[in-house]
């Protein structure tokens, strides 16, 4: 079955840094790819998603690449604030499919 | 209004009974699903409904029966509680057809096994 491997698990920036997280995954099937962010005490928030007919996606400060050749994605937030300090997974479906994979996340802080 | 949510919030209990955990989403989507996440944050789908027809049964042991009377409803049930099934557990939804739909997740549900 789909695996989704994350890193770092822990990731520590300066305000006004950037922030990369990567993701790879296992089954070349997979075409769907969201990336969900997790406030401490809530539950996961979509932020960003792609799909794999596209290489890469922009939504303001936050953007997403794809790799399908690597089966590797990456999140990469720019000019980073004290509050997306939060936990991130990325994660890989197959369209069609009720099962979202998700990775072990990471533990974003970002300091002021 | 709170799109999707579940009680209770927290949940302390014994090992051994019997508890059940309560989520509703006024969405109007077609598609629910339960998640746990242990204590290392690992997120593991455990079950996904479509239509209150079981589509995705994660190799949950049977202990755990969900159940959705309705569109909007899907309980979880969880029999012969054991210290390994303490973790949050969340509800989400989502529209249309498989997994390639963003999902609405709900607070969660903080369950504690004693």
Known sequence: GENVEQHPSTLSVQEGDSAVIKCTYSDSASNYFPWYKQELGKGPQLIIDIRSNV???????????????????????????????????????IDSSYKLIFGSGTRLLVRP | ???????????????????????????GHDTMYWYKQDSKKFLKIMFSYNNKELIINETVPNRFSPKSPDKA???????????????VYFCASSSGQGSSYEQYFGPGTRLTVT
């Open chain 1, 55 to 93: 290489g890469e996606k922009k939504d303001q400060r936050i953007a997403v690449t794809l790799n399908k050749t690597a089966k590797h994605f990456s999140l990469h937030i720019t000019e980073t604030q004290p509050e997306d300090s939060a936990v991130y997974f990325c994660a890989a479906s």
């Open chain 2, 73 to 87: 409803h899907l309980n979880l049930h969880i029999n012969s509680l054991e210290l390994g099934d303490s973790a």
């Open chain 2, 1 to 27: 209004d709170t799109a999707v949510s579940q009680t209770p919030k927290y949940l302390v209990t014994q090992m051994g009974n019997d508890k059940s955990i309560k989520c509703e989403q006024n969405l």
